[in-house]
């Protein structure tokens, strides 16, 4: 299993296509799958393919969508060996089928896909593709700039639900349990459960408010119920691409530079004076293991992150970008709290948060 493409319902379509091809730098490629009363544009980096679709009719899907929540993720599609095989389990333990399989042609690819409803508003679109060529080589260039895959994708639900969402996607799409956190300020907390799929490749944290005051309790009032909180982005060169963001007017959570103070006590950071400047200059967060032996001598696995400002008008979705080095792994206890009290220091601008 892996993420073939993530579907955000928007109020248009165009002004997002070029938001991303602007401020991401996304390439927007033939829109291949608008009806009368819908329109849909697609943009890809790398490997990270987006639909954007918005309404031309009440009547369309993504309109009712929006009658109920605010614009974000919609849809997160994943491509699967055996669909029948997916659809069938995911139907044995009582997940909602919302479109049986139906099979189709795009290009050279023969596409059978079937939809499951999941968490809130969410569905999940299970594809099987097969190529007579393979097309999905083409346009895959990458340089430092574009992204090489989504590294996660973050659910938050209600209080009380954590551990029932954690035993659907167990149960229904047979991800299992890894990390957990429970991380707690003075001001608020929350629980973390994070999912992996069975072969690794898809890893999906899924967040519950601690206390009546959590970001995400903000994210489940303003977002009228379950949803993506944000999705991780990964990329080969995060100061580089950050510093291309940063100039095309992305606008990116502030990390005080004390930080980077304290960093620098913290034993085993393997970044060199220069390197630690240009990561502070751009407020990156840093991470690191324990030593884990790799050839050529020890070397801390470091996680490099950064997260954007809420891209639509309500504090809901966000974008996280992410540069694992030597071979990290899972997710840094020490960046996640520093996340949280970044989203804190938000909430307090906002008055959300006392």
């Not at 973390?192 to 408010?209: A, C, D, Y």
Request: proline share 5%; glycine share 6%.
């Amino acid at each position: 299993m892996k993420i073939d493409h993530v579907h955000f319902y928007v109020e248009d379509a165009k002004v997002w296509r070029d938001w991303f091809v602007h401020h991401l730098g996304f390439q927007a490629i033939a829109d291949r799958i608008s009806s009368f009363h819908t329109c849909t544009e697609v943009v890809n980096s790398g490997a990270v393919c987006f639909f954007l679709s918005s309404p031309l009719l009440p009547t369309s899907p993504v309109a009712e969508f929006l009658r109920q929540y605010p614009p974000g993720v919609a849809d997160v599609a994943f491509a699967v060996e055996d669909v029948e095989g997916a659809i069938a389990l995911a139907q044995l333990h009582g997940a909602t089928i919302l479109q049986p399989i139906q099979e189709r042609q795009v290009g050279t690819a023969l596409l059978k896909c079937g939809k499951i409803a999941a968490w809130g508003g969410l569905t999940h679109t299970l594809i099987e593709k097969s190529f007579v060529t393979n097309a999905n080589d083409k346009g895959q260039m990458t340089n430092d700039n574009t992204f090489t895959a989504i590294d996660h994708v973050v659910l938050n639900v209600a209080v009380g639900e954590l551990e029932s969402a954690v035993a659907w996607y167990e149960k229904i799409l047979d991800f299992q349990p890894q990390q957990a956190f429970k991380i707690k300020t003075n001001r608020s907390a929350l629980h973390s459960q994070v999912m992996v799929s069975r072969n690794g490749s898809v890893q999906l944290p899924i967040n519950e408010p601690a206390s009546s005051n959590s970001q995400i309790q903000e994210f489940l009032e303003v977002n009228r119920g379950p949803g993506i909180q944000h999705l991780a982005l990964r990329t080969t060169n995060l100061v580089s691409a950050i510093a291309q963001f940063r100039d095309s007017g992305l606008s990116l959570l502030s990390v005080p530079q004390t930080y980077y103070s304290q960093l620098k006590q913290r034993p085993g950071l393997s970044l060199s004076p220069l390197e630690l400047e240009a990561i502070a200059q751009q407020e990156i967060l840093v991470d690191w293991q324990e030593y884990t032996p790799l050839e050529g001598g020890n070397i801390a696995p470091l996680l490099l992150q950064i997260f954007t400002q809420p891209i639509f008008e309500q504090p809901t979705f966000f974008f996280e970008f992410i540069e694992r080095r030597f071979q990290a792994k899972g997710f840094g206890e020490g960046n996640f709290r520093a996340l949280f009290e970044a989203i804190e220091s938000e909430q307090i601008k906002r008055g959300t948060l006392q």
